[in-house]
Structure formats: structure tokens, C-alpha cells
């Protein structure tokens, strides 16, 4: 594995999240939340998980690692009792519509960049990557825009599973992974994807008492500082910050071949008007 691929790697994950987490921020989420009868968790869970099949919650819950266990099973309990399918193919009329009034008529540029991914999936090595699995044996659309969704769904959740690996060598359970990504750095300039404490809460199921008792558990390891009301890592908490994602990049790179990286530069242009739509967090529309 060469450091070139790991900065491909990192490339992918930082260019290309946005096609993927449309479907999680989008006009249609509540009309499919209503046709559904689902809260947002539930369709959450559902839409997420529904290509590991009619399994339990229990294995939902250690996928997504950072969620309470409870609020899944309950999530994922609901979602069954509407049915996956149903689940499955709301979410693809969703984003079917989402993609046609962001990204147009482009279909003719979307279907060029297909086979090679189709084919960068299919060769990804799956053993101990439970969800990127599941999600690289799903259906391939046959609509141009929703078969790269999916396509950037299954490198995504299997990006997703390397990292998991790493913070589980690194004896950072659920809770604490996400109460450690979501501290403060003692470098500011880092740029990085965080949520705020109150939507790691609201999202991902936990309470206050979990959120400070994980605070003190990494103070405790010296790998931070603070309190429940704002928490820093340490010089050793940002030193293994780092080597978890240097370790996530080197671990996905290596079984991704070096013409990605001339793939995501093709992909980018069909990502901009996403962001420029202003539909996602963080975003403003523009134009």
C-alpha cells in the first residue's frame, strides 16, 4: 500500500459523502417518512440496514456501532414491521426525484462512470466488513444516477466497516468513538466532519449521563480533557485521532486501484450541485 493510495482514499471520503448522505437530508425525507408511517429514526435504521436482510437488531446495532443499542432495535423493529422492500424502494422513488430536480438531465454524463465502479465494488475484499457487503450483493438500478448512489453506498458502508475495525483495536467502544470525534482538537485548523453534542444525542440515541460518564472514561485513558459540557483531546487523544484515520485511508486504499483517483475527479462535477443545492447541513443554497 503506497501513500497515494491512502490520499485517494481520503479523496473519495471527502469529495464524494455528499452524493451518498442526500438521502438522509432532502425535501422528500418527510413525504417518505409519511407514505411509510415511520419516524426518522426508523426509516433511518431501515433505509440504512435493509440490504443486510430480515436479521436482528442486535446485528443492526453492532454495525452501526456509535448508536445506543435500544433506539436501533426499537428503530429497526418498526422498520421490519413495514417491510424492507417497501422501505427499500420509497427511499430509491425519493432519490430518484431528489437527483432529477438537483442534477437535471444528467443521466449521459452518470452512465460513462458506471462500469468502473461497478467493477471497484465487486472487487473489494468483504470478510469482516458486514454492512459493505451486504450493500456490494444489493441490486444494481438501472437508472444512471441511482446505480451510483448505490455504487458510492456500498464503498461508502465499507469505508465505513475499515474504520470500525480501527477503533475496535484501539478499545474505543460505540459511545466513546463518537464522544471522541466529536471533541475538540488541540489543532484548529483541521478540517473535519463533526455533529455537535446535542445532535450526537438527538441522532444517536444516548443521554446526557452516557455522554459525561464516556467524557470521564476518556479522561480517565488520558485521551482528553474537560467536561461533559465541552471536552479537548489531549496531545495522546489527537496522536491516536490521527493514526485511526491514517490507519482507516491506508487499509481502504490498498484495495482501491489507482485509476479512482481519476474517477472521483469525473464524479466531483455531479457532487457540486448537491452542495450548492443547500439541502444538506452545513450548505447554502447558491444560485
Not at 474504520?163 to 471522541?180: M, P, Q, R
Not at 475538540?184 to 455533529?195: G, I, K, N
Not at 491516536?240 to 475527479?265: H, K, M, N
Amino acid at each position: 500500500m503506497t501513500t497515494d493510495q491512502a490520499a485517494i482514499a481520503r479523496r473519495a471520503y471527502d469529495s464524494l459523502e455528499p452524493f451518498h448522505v442526500l438521502t438522509y437530508f432532502n425535501p422528500g425525507v418527510g413525504a417518505a417518512q409519511k407514505d411509510l408511517g415511520l419516524d426518522g429514526h426508523a426509516l433511518y435504521v431501515g433505509g440504512r440496514a435493509c440490504a443486510l436482510g430480515e436479521t436482528t437488531g442486535a446485528v443492526v446495532a453492532a454495525t452501526f456501532y456509535n448508536f445506543a443499542p435500544g433506539l436501533i432495535v426499537d428503530s429497526w423493529e418498526r422498520a421490519r414491521a413495514v417491510g424492507l422492500a417497501a422501505i427499500d424502494d420509497r427511499r430509491y422513488a425519493m432519490l430518484d426525484e431528489q437527483y432529477r430536480a438537483i442534477l437535471g438531465d444528467a443521466d449521459e454524463q452518470i452512465a460513462p462512470l458506471l462500469p468502473e465502479y461497478a467493477a471497484i465494488v465487486a472487487a473489494l475484499p468483504l470478510s469482516g466488513r458486514p454492512l459493505g457487503g451486504a450493500w456490494a450483493s444489493t441490486p444494481i438500478p438501472e437508472v444512471p444516477h441511482l446505480a451510483l448512489w448505490r455504487h458510492l453506498t456500498a464503498l461508502r458502508e465499507w469505508r465505513g466497516d475499515n474504520h470500525i475495525a480501527e477503533l475496535v483495536s484501539h478499545e474505543l467502544n460505540g459511545l466513546d468513538a463518537g464522544v471522541f470525534h466529536e471533541a475538540e482538537l488541540p489543532d484548529p485548523t483541521v478540517q473535519r466532519h463533526v455533529m455537535s453534542k446535542p445532535m450526537f444525542l438527538l441522532t444517536r440515541g444516548w443521554s446526557e449521563d452516557d455522554w459525561s460518564a464516556s467524557v470521564d472514561r476518556l479522561a480517565q485513558r488520558g485521551l482528553a480533557t474537560g467536561d461533559a459540557q465541552s471536552h479537548r483531546l489531549t496531545d495522546a487523544g489527537y496522536g491516536l485521532y490521527q493514526d485511526i484515520e491514517r490507519r482507516t485511508d491506508e487499509v481502504t486504499g490498498a484495495s482501491l486501484p489507482a485509476s479512482f483517483a481519476a474517477l472521483i475527479e469525473q464524479t466531483r462535477p455531479l457532487v457540486k450541485p448537491i452542495l450548492d443545492a443547500g439541502v444538506l447541513p452545513g450548505t447554502k443554497k447558491k444560485g
